[in-house]
């Protein structure tokens, strides 16, 4: 067996490996709304590992848990876990009573129309010092101190996980000054109640975008990452 077919066969067997791999624990999803902005807007292709173990602050895909509403999909950050409790206290994310400021610098973000022509609003990228290990990026109000409306503190029941997505005023529902956020309606577990965890699909693991990410200085070109 010459050299070259040995090299063949065996860079096909390494193929054949990585693509079952793939196919047992990945899939290919569409993120159906801006709550992860801005590290996943609505449109991007994400990697969704369906047999990942799901642990605090990672993002994940699950089925509405309003069984009245099957078929819909939320997005969001498990920030809690059975046992803990969470709310949002002067605008920040607060965990078993601990929380932690958002970074000192910070980059502008801008929604746009479609065809670019609109501007919607400006929002500030936050690296939030995470209570969970690592620096996110997450979005607040511009001009706003990162303030928002305060949830009271809810505790995370037996077999449920507490989301909340990146972008904290579309996902509290509310901008600082009381106003609704652009997209609409409120997309966390403090609206629409924790998530049976048998209702989580799975882990964003890797996300490819080719929307115009909006941080100013930055680019529109195609982004390929591990999700933060």
């Excluded at 209702?199 to 680019?219: E, L, Q």
Aim: proline content about 5%; overall charge neutral.
């Amino acid at each position: 067996m010459s050299v070259v077919f040995k090299t063949l066969f065996w860079l096909a067997v390494l193929f054949a490996l990585l693509f079952g791999v793939g196919v047992l624990f990945f899939k290919v999803r569409t993120a159906p709304d801006d709550s992860m902005a801005p590290n996943l807007m609505a449109g991007d292709k994400f990697l969704l590992c369906y047999r990942c173990d799901i642990e605090k602050g990672d993002a994940v895909l699950c089925d509405h848990p309003d069984p009245t509403r099957k078929g819909v999909k939320v997005l969001g950050r498990v920030v809690g876990m059975e046992g803990d409790r969470v709310e949002i206290r002067r605008g920040l994310l607060r965990v078993n009573d601990s929380d932690k400021n958002v970074g000192t610098d910070s980059k502008l973000f801008r929604y746009w129309s479609p065809n670019r022509a609109v501007q919607s609003m400006e929002y500030m990228v936050w690296e939030h010092a995470s209570l969970f290990g690592e620096q996110v990026p997450v979005l607040y109000a511009k001009d706003a101190g990162g303030l928002l409306k305060d949830h009271e503190p809810v505790a995370v029941k037996r077999g449920h996980y507490f989301l909340i997505g990146d972008h904290r005023p579309l996902t509290l529902g509310w901008t600082a000054d009381g106003q609704l956020a652009p997209g609409g309606g409120c997309n966390s577990s403090f609206c629409y109640d924790q998530v049976p965890a048998n209702n989580c699909r799975g882990v964003v693991y890797f996300v490819h975008s080719t929307a115009d990410r909006g941080i100013v200085g930055g680019t529109g070109e195609d982004r390929w990452g591990f999700m933060p």
